[in-house]
């Protein structure tokens, strides 16, 4: 097993994805055959519905052109469904082979596919963290522990629908969070909310009509982030300042350059403190083009694989990525200062 001090180093995921090589390259024979049986399947679904349209022409006349259509529209469907299914189950073969490494090496996490979205998501939603949402999907759910620290995550797809019938139904949905929710413990309490967001150079974007928004006086820090505390409490910003001490503020600077950022300069990650945990929104997206000055982004998924029909599927490459993103939690428990500071006391549990 990897020590603390290495678990974060930036060869971490080359490491894993060496250890993972002779399993991966077995993972490629099998997509491959997968591949191959599945053109040769697609040809025969191809050919018996063009038969079978051809022969209700023939047979039953000109009449029926409609249900020959019909006939090969069916087919397009029979194979669509056998390539989503078949997508579908190599994507969870990769998981199933390379997670269980993946949580041992990285210090024997504990994983599950998914998670309660009632256990989790509420915390973050109080934050402001992310936004409200009712479509969720929490897939992917660690927990474990590192430097004295636990903490847990998921990857998330959170959207917002318009529909008027139920949760969830129908409706036009706009993506209101895709990426990694993290919960990591503290060492010490915080009885109100505390959010820290990234500074948009739209300031009504900056605004919460919650919560007050408040300047530490730390020019670098001021201009990268923006901070907000409980309207309703008097000693705001006072518990702000003890809490985000001049060290918490440079990790939080560091955490904002290592771990990327998204177009036009934005940081990548919001956190909120609330009693004795620190809640962290990670988006992940990738630029994929521009148009003049308008940079484009697409959402990357957890299991960053190609479509299985592809020659080349680039699977040691999105292994790497996953690794990246399950190390985050190190990356940010090594980095923040997560020394006892008593900022302030509550009896009011995490969760």
Not at 90 to 106: F, G, H, K, N, T
Not at 176 to 201: E, K, M, Y
Request: net charge positive.
């Amino acid at each position: 097993m990897m020590s603390s001090e290495t678990r974060q180093g930036p060869a971490q995921a080359a490491r894993v994805v060496e250890q993972l090589r002779p399993r991966l390259a077995e993972l490629e024979r099998e997509r491959m055959q997968l591949r191959e049986q599945t053109l040769r399947l697609l040809v025969v679904i191809g050919a018996a519905s063009a038969i079978i349209a051809l022969l209700v022409r023939l047979v039953l006349g000109s009449g029926w052109g409609g249900v020959a259509f019909l006939v090969l529209i069916a087919g397009v469907v029979v194979a669509g469904w056998q390539i989503v299914r078949r997508q579908t189950r190599w994507e969870q073969q990769v998981l199933d082979a390379v997670i269980p490494v993946i949580c041992q090496s990285l210090g024997d996490i504990a994983y599950q596919p998914g998670v309660e979205v009632g256990d989790f998501l509420p915390a973050f939603e109080k934050l402001g963290v992310v936004g409200h949402s009712n479509r969720q999907r929490l897939r992917h759910y660690f927990r474990g522990r590192h430097q004295q620290t636990g903490f847990e995550f998921v990857d998330a797809a959170l959207d917002r629908t318009s529909s008027r019938k139920g949760k969830g139904n129908g409706g036009d949905a706009v993506t209101v969070f895709q990426g990694l929710l993290f919960r990591i413990q503290l060492p010490f309490s915080v009885d109100q909310r505390l959010l820290i967001s990234p500074r948009v150079s739209i300031k009504l974007f900056n605004k919460r009509a919650d919560m007050c928004e408040i300047t530490l006086g730390d020019e670098a820090f001021d201009e990268k982030f923006v901070v907000h505390h409980d309207m309703d409490q008097t000693d705001g910003a006072a518990l702000a300042e003890q809490v985000l001490t001049a060290d918490f503020r440079r990790a939080l600077l560091e955490l904002n350059q290592q771990e990327g950022k998204l177009a036009y300069e934005l940081g990548a990650f919001v956190i909120g403190l609330m009693y004795d945990s620190l809640y962290m929104a990670k988006t992940r997206y990738q630029r994929s083009g521009s148009i003049g000055k308008l940079q484009i982004e697409k959402p990357v998924p957890f299991l960053d694989v190609r479509f299985f029909l592809f020659r080349d599927s680039r699977l040691e490459e999105g292994v790497g990525r996953m690794v990246d993103d399950v190390a985050t939690v190190y990356r940010v428990i090594h980095t923040l200062p997560l020394a006892p500071v008593n900022p302030a006391k509550t009896s009011a549990p995490a969760h």
